[in-house]
């Protein structure tokens, strides 16, 4: 058997995986590539394989670096089924409606054709069919898999593939718990191989228990001077933390009640979602909603779904609190907001998701005197605090140690999802202290099994 590697290959975005067997072919993730305008071509190229020739596609998560090329791969030819666990299936709408969306803006102003539409979204949905974690499903006489709690967004998965007598794990991305809401990272125990991310694979995170306090710390802050607290935020997973946390402090009397604005549309479908979804949730949220507490309603807590409402929030009085994507600052209502509130000396840019170099976010985040948002040159006066605690993914220490539970039966680890920097430093980390063979795969690569 044989496995290609066309994404996610010394690159963290655009994971694609493909696992051909003497019968069938099956993909593992289709997504899309992200950061800059290189990858906005490699979005648009040909598949280098037939999509009509797929069988199926698994899916480990809703992130649009797993799933954004879908609909493309459908628009290809491709007619078999998407796997997915229930709550991946219905985010994807939403992610794959909102991604469309955007791209379509984008080439409004460029004048080319989007290279999938909306009518390409609806029939990728129509293809999904989602399904349980631990549930075994025989996809033919040759190959069957398995989804487990990857614990790096609601309904995250970890994909355990058994073909032609061999057995592969796919990481998807792997969670930090302990983290809001979810459950823990779910450990395999043996597979003859595996493919495991590296996003972080060259860091070690900074302590997790003190977010929260470092949360409340900045709330307070911003009310004693009478200032907005803006959070650019991830619509998937980070807000839904953010809001839980801010619940608890809220109930728990640790802030005063000051004015909540979840202001995206994006976020506020996918909280809908979580909603749904109780079962995923960890023991402390999942009780938490037993008791009678409505995680996602709290006292001054309101959602801005039309830009009507989103326009109202600065005739609020502060202090209050924003909340509102993207979580670089790259788009989205969150630009509107800065230009409100950057020059002012008395609001707080509060940053929970990891920025990129060069988006506006990492600018603000840098210190920059003036910043320029929609061609207006704002002066940066406003606060600005970092909590690094907040981060999706598992850093050097918690890969190697997820590795680790399967090292007995191994005889390779395949890093992928990475940098080539963070990539290479796992893979030595990982031949260093579990003796294990590694290969980081180059775009394109062929490996048989
Ligand atoms: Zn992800």
Redesign the pocket.
């Known amino acids: 058997m044989k496995l290609h590697f066309y994404g996610g290959a010394r690159w963290v975005t655009g994971a694609n995986y493909l696992l051909e067997t003497k019968q069938t072919k099956i993909l593992v993730d289709c997504g899309l590539f992200q950061g800059g305008r290189d990858a906005r071509k490699m979005n648009q190229k040909e598949f280098p394989y037939d999509p009509s020739k797929i069988e199926a596609v698994l899916v480990t ?1 809703a ?1 649009i ?2 799933i954004g090329r879908l609909p493309y791969l459908v628009k290809k030819g491709f007619k078999g089924k998407i796997f997915a666990t229930k709550p991946t299936k219905d985010f994807a709408r939403a992610m794959l409606f909102d991604a469309e969306e955007i791209n379509y803006e984008i080439n409004k102003t460029t004048g080319k054709e989007s290279f999938y539409n909306k009518s390409d979204v609806e029939k990728t949905l129509g293809l999904f069919q989602g399904i349980d974690y631990g549930e075994k499903m025989k996809l033919n006489d040759n190959i069957s898999f398995c989804f487990r709690d990857a614990g ?2 609601l309904g ?1 998965a970890i994909i355990e593939v058994w073909a032609e007598k061999q057995k592969i794990v796919f990481s ?2 792997l969670g930090n718990p302990p983290v809001p809401i979810l459950k823990p990272t779910e450990f395999i125990k043996e597979a003859d191989y595996v493919l495991v991310e590296s996003t972080y694979g060259d860091r070690i995170h900074e302590d997790k228990k003190q977010r929260k306090d470092l949360l409340e710390d900045a709330v307070e802050n911003t009310i004693t001077r009478g200032g907005t607290l803006l959070i650019p935020s991830f619509a998937l997973e980070r807000t839904q933390e953010i809001l839980y946390e801010l619940n608890e402090l809220v109930e728990n009397h640790r802030i005063p009640h000051v004015p909540i604005f979840l202001d995206s549309p994006l976020a506020i479908k996918l909280t809908e979602i979580y909603r749904k979804y109780p079962e995923y949730f960890n023991q402390e949220a999942f009780s938490l909603i037993k008791s009678g507490d409505k995680l996602f309603e709290f006292p001054g807590f309101k959602m801005t779904r039309t830009v009507a409402e989103s326009k109202q929030i600065s005739q609020v009085n502060p202090p209050k609190i924003i909340i509102a994507g993207s979580g670089m600052s790259t788009g989205g209502r969150i630009m509107h907001h800065e230009i409100k509130y950057l020059s002012d000396s008395k609001n707080t840019f509060l940053i929970i998701c990891y920025q990129v170099p060069g988006t506006l976010g990492r600018k603000i985040l840098d210190g920059a005197e003036k910043v320029k948002i929609f061609r207006q040159e704002i002066p940066n006066k406003i606060q600005i605090r970092a909590i690094g605690g907040y981060s ?2 598992a850093d050097q220490k918690a890969l190697c140690y997820w590795v680790r539970q399967m090292k007995d039966s191994l005889k390779k680890v395949f890093i992928v999802q990475g940098e080539e920097k963070p990539a290479m430093t796992l893979s030595s980390h990982i031949k260093d202290h579990l003796g294990l063979p590694t290969e980081v795969p180059k775009t394109g690569q062929i490996f048989e099994l």
Request: proline share 0%; no cysteine; hydrophobic share 20%.
């Open positions: 998560h992130h670096d797993h790096h967004v995250s998807g991305d999706a993914h």
